[in-house]
């Protein structure tokens, strides 16, 4: 969005394996590609139950507008659901939190 309201739209989440909705703030890199996490997608099962729930993605969204999955959480001890969005260290690297997953009885969430 511009100081002005305008609004361009750089992407819009089809679900399923390439995700959707996005959650939090994005990370910018040099070359003003976006990182991001949304909170379901990818191939289903998620959790041990087998039902049909999506973990969610690590993604970046080029220039361009495309987008390349980085990342399928599978609800595991990688965790699951990410709630928050990424931040971008000085060497590239991406961090956030999910919901669910992770290690201990009640599974409640990975940083």
Wanted: hydrophobic residues 30%; aromatic residues 10%.
């Amino acid at each position: 969005m511009t100081p002005e309201g305008a609004v361009t739209l750089v992407y819009s989440f089809p679900g399923r394996t390439a995700g959707g909705p996005p959650v939090g703030p994005l990370a910018q890199d040099r070359d003003d590609n976006l990182y991001g996490a949304t909170l379901v997608g990818g191939p289903p099962p998620c959790d041990r139950s087998g039902s049909q729930v999506y973990c969610g993605v690590g993604f970046k969204l080029d220039t361009s507008g495309v987008e390349t999955v980085l990342y399928t959480f599978t609800g595991g001890a990688d965790g699951g659901r990410p709630v928050a969005g990424v931040v971008r260290d000085a060497d590239g690297n991406l961090y956030g939190v999910t919901y669910a997953g992770g290690l201990g009885k009640y599974r409640q969430g990975t940083s």
